[in-house]
């Protein structure tokens, strides 16, 4: 029985993982219509539009108000960064606490950073783009956290901001 068993994960070594394309972040069934990354290797534009509506939320300056009430993805500001509790925010609410000073030290030292030492919304993705290529299955459960599917939409059940979704209600009202 050990070497049936042993037979059938080296036939599907990641059964929960779904593999239509042996690269990472280009692993998401066809039928979804979505990638993480793009052909060349980049961040897809429908997870910028996720990542942005993230980093959204833990940024500093806030969005407008009036734009925090609209039913659409939040866009950071123009120059926004994550302070120190915005990262640590983002973390906890990623990955259920906040970073180390280790992994913070190494995120303000090799990504995009402001003068005084704040995550820029480039190095967020640079964060997001070398996790995406090291462990696809680890970004899809980021976005999971903060309500995303596997179609990047944000569901309804798991909206903090608005009821309906945008691309939803965009698409049915063109």
């Known amino acids: ?8 994960r080296t036939q599907s070594p990641r059964p929960e993982t779904p593999e239509p394309d042996s690269r990472q972040g280009r692993r998401n069934p066809p039928e979804a219509g979505v990638q993480l990354l793009d052909d060349d290797g980049a961040i897809s534009v429908q997870l910028e539009s996720c990542l942005k509506h993230i980093f959204a939320k833990y940024c500093t300056p ?10 659409a993805l939040l ?12 990262l640590d925010a983002w973390a906890r609410d990623t990955n259920g606490a906040p970073f180390d000073e ?13 003068d005084d030492g704040g995550l820029t919304f480039k190095g967020f993705m ?20 903060h309500g995303f599917d596997r179609t990047l939409r944000l569901v309804a059940a798991r909206r903090e901001d608005a009821d ?10 063109s």
């Open 164 to 173: 309906a979704d945008p691309r939803t209600t965009s698409e049915t009202a």
């Open 126 to 145: 640079q964060v997001y783009q070398l996790q995406t290529e090291n462990d696809e299955e680890e970004t899809w459960r980021d976005l999971a956290a």
């Open 62 to 71: 806030k969005p407008s108000p009036t734009q925090q009430k609209k039913v």
């Open 75 to 86: 866009e950071p500001p123009e120059g926004a960064y994550l302070t120190s509790e915005g």
């Open 1 to 8: 029985m050990h070497r049936d068993l042993e037979e059938l």
């Open 102 to 114: 280790a992994t913070k030290e190494e995120i303000l030292e090799f990504m995009d950073v402001t």
